[in-house]
Nanobody, 125 residues
């Protein structure tokens, strides 16, 4: 199982970015896919989880209203659309995969099995 996050970059406050998580050697729909971030000096934070086969999406409070997770069938990715970005959103963003049932409860925030390399998001004026 391999995951790769992409789409990070530098953006001004109020701007938007769309991150993508691509998978190799497995089918995204067979797993719960989560997006996480880790800012310097802070613990890793779960942002959102999607399980397309279960029809479930979850958002952490910090992501509600500004971030949207979705499955892009054309690209075979799980994307995280981030709007109205703030300086405190600056972090390395990761995608992860785990048991397809994880998104149903709250354990997705700590029980993912596979992690990809992150992509850096910098929000600064």
């Amino acid at each position: 199982v391999q995951l790769q996050a992409s789409g990070g970059g530098s953006v001004q406050p109020g701007g938007s970015l769309r991150l993508s998580c691509a998978a190799s050697r497995f089918t995204l729909d067979s797993y719960a896919i989560g997006w996480f971030r880790q800012a310097p000096g802070r613990e890793r934070e779960g942002l959102s989880c999607i399980s397309t086969s279960k029809g479930v999406t979850k958002y952490a409070n910090s992501a509600k209203g500004r971030f949207t997770i979705s499955r892009d069938n054309a690209k075979s990715t799980v994307d995280l659309q981030m709007n109205n970005l703030k300086p405190e959103d600056t972090a390395v963003y990761y995608c992860a995969a785990g048991d397809v049932r994880l998104c149903v409860g709250s354990s997705w925030t700590y029980a993912m099995d596979y992690w990809g390399k992150g992509t850096l998001v910098t929000v600064s004026s």
